[in-house]
T-cell receptor, first 115, second 111 residues
């Protein structure tokens, strides 16, 4: 059974804190993604990684950074949390065929509240 | 700017009816298309994918693809209250690793 796990289901942090969200997949997938999902705005891509130590900005990278030191693990870092980063954060992974991503498998999500 | 468009709904159908969910995409080179279901408070899960023009059936679900019209749809036959969810259309970029997700259509199946 394929699996993507995220370090926390719920997280409450204070403004200005550094926040780490971790994601681990056990499917040996090349690609990993971080999205945030807000009501009415759908899934928005923050960053993705297509190989170990390789990363690319998504559509809304400002205020975030990522780290991928091992193939199975992809971390999202909020350098200085702000209230507008309160959201549901979803991690996903996928195989690659050629240079096109195949289906994505999602983790359960982390609901982050910044107060 | 590559886009995937869906009617946000909500789409309301009675139990037992056919629910029809539609999606259009802008990238003419797209080759694969995915439908995800997302229950409230949960993460998306894949329910169908389609690569070739025409219909693909899996149980009560049928995906339809028309590449000339850049249109993909999902039909749910004999809709059940448990089908009530948001359905996301997703189209991988050609020449890149990203996937573009539509904003999703909320479906309500009334018992």
């Amino acid at each position: 059974d394929v699996k993507v796990t995220q370090s926390s289901r719920y997280l409450v942090k204070r403004t200005g804190e550094k926040v780490f969200l971790e994601c681990v997949q056990d499917m040996d997938h090349e690609n990993m993604f971080w999205y945030r999902q807000d009501p009415g705005l759908g899934l928005r891509l923050i960053y993705f990684s297509y190989d170990v130590k390789m990363k690319e900005k998504g559509d809304i990278p400002e205020g975030y950074s990522v780290s991928r030191e091992k193939k199975e693990r992809f971390s999202l870092i909020l350098e200085s949390a702000s209230t507008n980063q309160t959201s549901m954060y979803l991690c996903a992974s996928s195989l690659v065929l050629g240079q096109v991503s195949y289906e994505q498998y999602f983790g359960p999500g982390t609901r982050l509240t910044v107060t | 700017q590559k886009e995937v468009e869906q009617n946000s709904g909500p789409l309301s159908v009675p139990e037992g009816a056919i629910a029809s969910l539609n999606c259009t995409y802008s990238d003419r080179g797209s080759q694969s298309f995915f439908w995800y279901r997302q229950y409230s408070g949960k993460s998306p899960e894949l329910i169908m994918f389609i690569y070739s023009n025409g219909d693909k059936e899996d149980g009560r679900f049928t995906a339809q693809l028309n590449k000339a019209s850049q249109y993909v749809s999902l039909l749910i036959r004999d809709s059940q209250p448990s089908d009530s969810a948001t359905y996301l259309c997703a189209v991988p970029y050609t020449g890149g690793f990203k996937t573009i997700f539509g904003a999703g259509t909320r479906l309500f199946v009334k018992a």
